[in-house]
C-alpha cells in the first residue's frame, strides 16, 4: 500500500493537470467570469493577471485586487488573453479583502515610499505598493521573500500566534486556533501559492503535535504540493509556487546539517544564517534560470535584515488594525516602524 | 524585573532613540531646494522649502512616491500646493498616487475635459473636501510661505478661467500642451521657469511679453522635445542652468536640436536620465547643484 500511494499522487496530478487544461482554441472570443483570488501584478501602465490559466493585460485603472469579482471579454491567443475588456467589476464584495485594502492604505497614508511599501510586503506579501525599482533591488540581494507573499510571511504569523496563545491555553486547546488564525491570515492576503503552501504545512504541523501523531515535514511538503496541483493544476506554471517548494525543501534537508557546520558563529545570527543559506541551495538554481540573478552576499543581506521582520509584522499589524479604528494611535504605531524599515531599504540599496 | 522585561524595556528605548535621531536628521534645512525627480519619462518637480512643498506635476507613476520620500522629512504627510500643468499620462498619472497618500492642500490645474479614464480618477480625488482648487490666470500669483509663483500662461483665451470641473471645457487628447501651465517661481532673487510641454508657439509669447530679467533655472519644455523651447526664450530668459526631465522614450526626447541649441548658448543642462533626481539649493541668493 505504502508504495503504491507516491505513484498514484503522481498519476492524480498528471490526471488533473492534462483534463484541466482549457478547451478554448486560439482566436476564439470569450467570456470569463471568476473571483480573484491573488492580487494583480502592478506595472507602471497596466496590471497584470492570471485568470483561467490565461495571462491578462488591463489598464491601470480600475484598480483589481484579491477578493473582486470580475467578468472579462477577449481573444486567446496561445496563453494570453488579447484585446481584454472588463464587462463589468464588482469590488471589494467581502470584508477581509477590504480589510486588508484599508490596513495597505493606511500604510500608505502614514509612511512614505519605499518604507510604506516595503511594510505593506512584509505584513501581507503586497507586491503592489513597492516601488518598482526597490523590489528590483530587492530580488538581485535575494530578499526578494521577505517583501512579496512567500513562506516567511505566514512562517512569521504562526510563530506569533502560537507564542501568544500557549501564553493563555493549554498547547492542546491553543492549537485550533493556531489553525483558524492561519487561515484567517491566508484569507487576509490572499491565495497565492506560497502562503497556501504554508499555511498547509503548518496547520498540519499543528495538528500532529494536537493529536500526538509523528509527522514528517517532508512527506507533508510532497503532500501539500500534491493538493495543491490536485485543486489549481494552474499552480504548475507558477513560479511562487516552485520557489516556495525549493526553497522548503533544501532548508528541510540541509539546514540541520549546516546549523551544525556553523557552529562557530555567534548564536545571535546562526538561526537567520542556517535557514538562509540552506534555503538559498534550493532556490538559487531557479532565480538563476529564470532572472539570471545571482549574489553571493545574499546570505549576509538576509542577516542584516531578517531580525527586522518579526518586530515589523508586530508593529504593522497593531497599528494597521488600530489605525482602522483609531487613525491617529494607529499612526503613531506605525511611525515606529520607521527605524527598522529605514535600515532595511538601506541594506537593500547598498548592495543592490 | 526579570531579565525579559528589561531586554523589552531595552529594546523599546532603543527604538524611540533611533526614530528621535533619525528625524532630527530629517529635520529641513533653510535653503530652497528644487528637485526634478527621476520619474522616468516625464515630469515632476518637487520645491522645498522648509516645511512647504509643491510639487509640479506627477510622472506616469508612482515613482514620484519614492521621490517624494527621499526628499521630504518621513513624518511629513501634507503638500501644500499640486500643480498639474496639463493633463497628460506623463504628467499627471503619478498625481493620482500623491492624492491617496497625501494631503494636498492646494491644487492649480487647468479645468480642461479629456477622454482619458485615468483622468477622471483625479478630477475625483482633486474634486475632494479639503483640496482647494485654484485655476490658472495669467498674471495670477500664488505664494506658498516665502515661494512665490506667477502664472505666465495659458492666458486666458477660453481656458484657465474660473469654471467649476462640470464646465470644463473639452479639448482633444492631442491638443492638451497648448494649455500647459507656465510659471515663474521665484524664491528671494532665485528665479525659475517652469514650462510644461508648452509648445514653440507659447514659447514665443512668452519670449515677446518678457520683461523681468534673466532666470537661474529653467525646466527644459516637453523633456527637450524639438517641438518646445525655442532659441527666442532663451534670448529673453537667458537661463543658466537648464533640467531636461526625460526617460526612456520613443519621441527622441531629448532632440539633438534643442542640446545643441543650449550648448550654442552657452547654457549648462542636467538630464533626469543621466543623473537621477537632480536638486538644485538656493539660498536666495546664489544656488549649486547638490
Known amino acids: 500500500m505504502k508504495h503504491i500511494i507516491w505513484p498514484l499522487l503522481f498519476l492524480l496530478v498528471a490526471v488533473r493537470y492534462f483534463t484541466a487544461r482549457p478547451v478554448y482554441q486560439n482566436g476564439d472570443r470569450i467570456r470569463i467570469s471568476a473571483t480573484v483570488y491573488q492580487n494583480a501584478v502592478k506595472y507602471p501602465s497596466s496590471q497584470f493577471l492570471k485568470i483561467a490559466g490565461l495571462e491578462i493585460y488591463l489598464p491601470k485603472y480600475p484598480e483589481i485586487s484579491y477578493g473582486d469579482k470580475l467578468v472579462l471579454e477577449g481573444t486567446v491567443e496561445g496563453r494570453k488573453l488579447k484585446k481584454p475588456q472588463i464587462v463589468s467589476i464588482d469590488k471589494k464584495t467581502s470584508l477581509l479583502p477590504l480589510v486588508r485594502n484599508k490596513i495597505i492604505d493606511f500604510i500608505g497614508e502614514v509612511l512614505p515610499q519605499p518604507e510604506s511599501g516595503l511594510l505593506a510586503g512584509i505584513l501581507l506579501g503586497a507586491k503592489s505598493q513597492l516601488d518598482p525599482d526597490f523590489y528590483d533591488k530587492t530580488k538581485a540581494t535575494g530578499v526578494a521573500h521577505v517583501v512579496v507573499a512567500s513562506g516567511t510571511n505566514v512562517t512569521f504569523v504562526v510563530s506569533f500566534l502560537a507564542a501568544a496563545l500557549f501564553l493563555f491555553l493549554p498547547r492542546k486547546k491553543a492549537i485550533p486556533f493556531v489553525i483558524l488564525g492561519i487561515i484567517l491570515y491566508l484569507f487576509i492576503a490572499g491565495f497565492d501559492a506560497p502562503l497556501v503552501r504554508a499555511a498547509i504545512m503548518s496547520s498540519c504541523l499543528f495538528l500532529s503535535q494536537a493529536t500526538g501523531r509523528l509527522s514528517n515535514p517532508k512527506r507533508i511538503l510532497i503532500l501539500a504540493a500534491a493538493g495543491m496541483l490536485i485543486i489549481n493544476p494552474q499552480w504548475i506554471a507558477d513560479l511562487g509556487f516552485w520557489l516556495s517548494f525549493a526553497s522548503t525543501a533544501a532548508i528541510l534537508l540541509f539546514r540541520a546539517r549546516i546549523h551544525a557546520f556553523l557552529s562557530r558563529v555567534p548564536a545571535v545570527i546562526r538561526e537567520d544564517l542556517s535557514t538562509t543559506l540552506s534555503a538559498q541551495i534550493g532556490v538559487t538554481p531557479i532565480l538563476f534560470v529564470s532572472f539570471g540573478y545571482f549574489n553571493i552576499l545574499s546570505p549576509l543581506i538576509n542577516v542584516l535584515v531578517l531580525w527586522t521582520v518579526p518586530p515589523l509584522m508586530l508593529i504593522g499589524a497593531l497599528g494597521g488594525v488600530l489605525g482602522l479604528a483609531v487613525p491617529l494611535l494607529g499612526k503613531l504605531v506605525l511611525l515606529t516602524a520607521y527605524p527598522m524599515l529605514w535600515w532595511f531599504t538601506r541594506v537593500v540599496e547598498f548592495f543592490g | ?290
Open chain 2, 1 to 290: 524585573m526579570e531579565e525579559r522585561s528589561w531586554k523589552t524595556v531595552f529594546k523599546a528605548v532603543a527604538l524611540i532613540l533611533s526614530l528621535l535621531a533619525l528625524a532630527v536628521f530629517q529635520v529641513p534645512d533653510p535653503s530652497f531646494h528644487i528637485v526634478a525627480c527621476d520619474v522616468g519619462q516625464g515630469d515632476a518637480t518637487l520645491i522645498i522649502y522648509k516645511n512647504s512643498q509643491i510639487l509640479v506635476d506627477g510622472g506616469p507613476d508612482s515613482k514620484v512616491l519614492s521621490c517624494l520620500g527621499r526628499h521630504l522629512p518621513f513624518w511629513d504627510r501634507e503638500i501644500e500646493l499640486v500643480v498639474l500643468t496639463h493633463p497628460d499620462s506623463d504628467h499627471f498619472a503619478g498625481l493620482i498616487e500623491v492624492f491617496e497618500k497625501y494631503k494636498v492642500d492646494n491644487y492649480l490645474y487647468n479645468p480642461l475635459s479629456i477622454s482619458k479614464p485615468e483622468y477622471k480618477v483625479l478630477e475625483n480625488l482633486g474634486g475632494r473636501e479639503g483640496v482647494k482648487q485654484i485655476y490658472p490666470l495669467k498674471g495670477r500669483a500664488v505664494g506658498v510661505g516665502l515661494i512665490r509663483l506667477d502664472i505666465l500662461s495659458p492666458s486666458g483665451d477660453g481656458t484657465g478661467t474660473e469654471k467649476n470641473q462640470e464646465a470644463a471645457q473639452e479639448i482633444p487628447d492631442n491638443a492638451t500642451n497648448d494649455y500647459s501651465i507656465v510659471s515663474l517661481v521665484s524664491f528671494g532673487k532665485f528665479r525659475m521657469l517652469l514650462t510644461g510641454d508648452m509648445p514653440p508657439a507659447v514659447s514665443d509669447q512668452i519670449a515677446a511679453s518678457w520683461n523681468s530679467g534673466p532666470v537661474h533655472y529653467i525646466k527644459t519644455p516637453h523633456h527637450g522635445s524639438k517641438h518646445g523651447m525655442t532659441q527666442n526664450l532663451l534670448k529673453a530668459v537667458m537661463p543658466k542652468l537648464a533640467v531636461i526631465s526625460v526617460g526612456k522614450n520613443m519621441y527622441g526626447h531629448p532632440a539633438h536640436e534643442i542640446l545643441d541649441m543650449l550648448n550654442l548658448n552657452g547654457i549648462k543642462y542636467l538630464r533626469t536620465d543621466e543623473k537621477g533626481d537632480i536638486e538644485v539649493v538656493s539660498d536666495g541668493e546664489k544656488y549649486w547643484i547638490k
